[in-house]
């Protein structure tokens, strides 16, 4: 096993773990026409959404599943 390998497998778990928490921490949708409608309704009236922790949140999911996917595919080419 190359020290290559080593620590791209460290930086895929430590990745995995921070996806897991991150998901976590995040508040439930709401589910159900009624929270489709009241939902659709706040979106568009709420400007500041972006500063939200739960936007913050997703915007880090995305950006640690995307290096998570990264990492796999390097692993699977460097393996």
Known sequence: MSVITIILTV???LSGIA???IVLMQSG???GLSGAISGGAETFL???KAKTLDAK???ATKW???AFVLLTLSLHFVG
């Open 64 to 66: 640690f599943a995307l």
């Open 46 to 48: 709420s400007k500041g």
């Open 19 to 21: 996806v897991t928490a």
């Open 11 to 13: 930086l895929q778990v």
């Open 57 to 59: 949140l997703a915007k």
């Open 29 to 31: 949708k709401s589910a």
